[in-house]
């Protein structure tokens, strides 16, 4: 296995293969030597006493990350039917597209000046 993607996983996913991996290493222990099985048993005890407070943080992450979601959906719905344009990338590209008209208008309305002086000009002479 590739060691940069098990550095790309989520923490709760290396916390869930930390614990099936010491799981199953404290079960291969106790098969494979009678020695170790003090160790063994103690490092279970841990794993009892700890196991379940790393599964209550797993799952509380999981459920503030599926309400932080629902939430920003909320949120998102209704400043939608406040505003339509409440997306700051629409405002930005409104508002530059307004920006461009408004150049183009005024350059149109520049050359028309320039061609109605043009036009004084010569009636003057």
Do not use: Y
Not at 38 to 49: C, G, P
């Amino acid at each position: 296995m590739n060691l940069n993607m098990i550095r790309e996983f989520h923490w709760l996913t290396k916390t869930v293969l930390l614990l099936t991996g010491l799981l199953f290493g404290l079960i291969l222990a106790t098969a494979v030597r009678a020695e170790v099985s003090n160790l063994a048993i103690s490092l279970a005890w841990i794993l009892v006493q700890v196991f379940p407070i790393i599964l209550a943080v797993i799952i509380i992450s999981i459920i503030a990350d599926r309400i932080r979601k629902w939430v920003e959906v909320r949120e998102d719905l209704l400043l939608s039917k406040l505003d339509p344009h409440i997306d700051g990338k629409s405002i930005q590209v409104d508002t530059s597209a307004k920006v461009t008209a408004l150049h183009e208008k005024f350059d149109r309305i520049e050359k028309k000046l320039d061609h109605i002086e043009e036009i004084l000009e010569k009636v003057g002479d």
